[in-house]
């Protein structure tokens, strides 16, 4: 399995643009990257995925370095119900589970 | 369109008796995934399955916990003879086919206390 780091917490101010980091150096040319959040005392919930370009949906953008050894999150404009752990996973060819590590848990301020 | 149903959402049990944790995935959903949460730490992987086989088993203790995903109703875990290092949420996750490229669908958990 690809490793990754990602800082253990973050903070950021209600309706200003955060950037969750992600380094995956060892993550391999057919790896997609997938991200996660748990909010407090729920079930994870999908974010995210990508392979090799930019994409974007309704809760996020997921920027893919050309290298492929890092990814960012963005939310555009965090809200307090963003304040979450977020998990970046890489998913090799024939992953049969999302294997997550420690998130880096997300602070709103109002 | 129902997400990913567990109940109950809070289970008792004093130690040495069953408990019995069910999912009923996504309608349509054959690939189910059980994940283990204690306390004040992250997600552990115990078991994936697909209708009515083990594909990965390799995050079961080896001893008192099972798991299955019959054909016709919900997957269930079970865990025999609990103790007290067993109070954790447990949560389930369902997907259609391998992860993929594909969203995973998460249940709100089942939060299981020893007493």
Not at chain 1, 62 to 85: F, G, M, Q
Not at chain 2, 59 to 64: A, C, L, N, V, W
Request: aromatic content about 8%; glycine content about 8%.
């Amino acid at each position: 399995d690809a490793k990754t780091t990602q800082p253990n917490s973050m903070e950021s101010n209600e309706e200003e643009p955060v950037h969750l980091p992600c380094n995956h150096s060892t993550i391999s040319g057919t790896d997609y990257i997938h991200w996660y959040r748990q909010l407090p005392s729920q079930g994870p919930e999908y974010v995210i995925h990508g392979l090799t370009s930019n994409v974007n949906n309704r809760m996020a953008s997921l920027a893919i370095a050309e290298d492929r050894k890092s990814s960012t999150l963005i939310l555009h404009r965090a809200t307090l119900r963003d304040a979450a752990v977020y998990y970046c996973i890489p998913l090799i060819q024939g992953a049969q589970k999302l294997v997550f590590g420690q998130g880096t848990r997300l602070t709103i301020n109002p | 369109n129902a997400g990913v149903m567990q109940n109950p959402r809070h289970l008792v049990r004093r130690r040495g008796q069953e408990a019995r944790l069910r999912c009923s995935p996504v309608k349509g959903h054959s690939h189910v995934y059980w994940y283990r949460q204690l306390p004040e730490e992250g997600l552990k992987f115990m078991v994936y399955l697909q209708k009515e086989n083990i594909i990965d088993e390799s995050g079961m203790p080896k001893e008192r916990f099972s798991a299955e995903f019959p054909k016709e109703g919900p997957s269930i875990l079970r865990i025999q003879q609990v103790v007290r290092g067993d109070s954790a949420a447990y949560f389930c996750a369902s997907s259609p086919r391998k992860l993929l490229g594909i969203e995973a669908f998460f249940g709100q958990g089942t939060r299981l206390t020893v007493v």
